[in-house]
């Protein structure tokens, strides 16, 4: 009986597969000739329609993350990963300490990105969540674990720096906290 059904469904399979084939030859459009390809016509945008976007520079960003790792470093925290990303949580610059665990890759990534977004250090964004129901903590992409900091330009958020893998988060947001004040100059 499981020979039956197994032969019986290889034979519905192979069905299938020539009827989607017979499907897709007769729908197919066969053009007479092909259309001269066009120029795409050149569209102003006006400087009214656009938005301006702040961003951390490379080379800020790179001073912060080394900075961030220096301290964490000199804490004793070798093992630690540190991300700055923009406020729409692109990575601008990661840099993974010595034996630093996978994890903390997207930790430090996620922590940047919630305090990026929310404009606030994480442990303060912790303090937040409350009670067994969907909350802010469902949010894809975010941790609301202290070691996030967001880097702000005029009181508004444009990016974070996150650190992730200390046995403390607010161990991570120190050194992320040192990563942010290098930029302060």
Known sequence: ???????????????????AGGTLAANAVVPSAAPAAQPAAEVQVSAA???AQN??????????????L???QA???PFVTVALVDRFGT?????????????TIEAAKQKAYTAAAFGAPTS????????????IADLPGTLFLPGGVPLKV????????????????MLDEACAAAGAAALAN
Do not use: F, W, Y
């Not at 303060?124 to 909350?135: F, Q, V």
């Open 1 to 19: 009986m499981k020979k039956s059904k197994t032969v019986l469904s290889i034979a519905a399979a192979a069905a299938l597969l020539l009827t």
């Open 49 to 51: 329609n656009a938005v």
């Open 55 to 68: 961003r951390v520079s490379v080379g800020a960003s790179a001073k912060a993350v080394g900075a961030a």
């Open 70 to 72: 220096a301290k964490c």
């Open 75 to 77: 804490d004793k925290l």
């Open 91 to 103: 990575v601008q610059a990661i840099l993974r300490g010595d034996n630093a665990a996978e994890h």
């Open 124 to 135: 303060e964004l912790a303090k937040r969540i409350k009670g067994n129901g969907p909350s």
């Open 154 to 169: 005029n009181g508004v958020s444009v990016a974070g720096i996150g650190v992730g893998g200390a046995p403390d988060g």
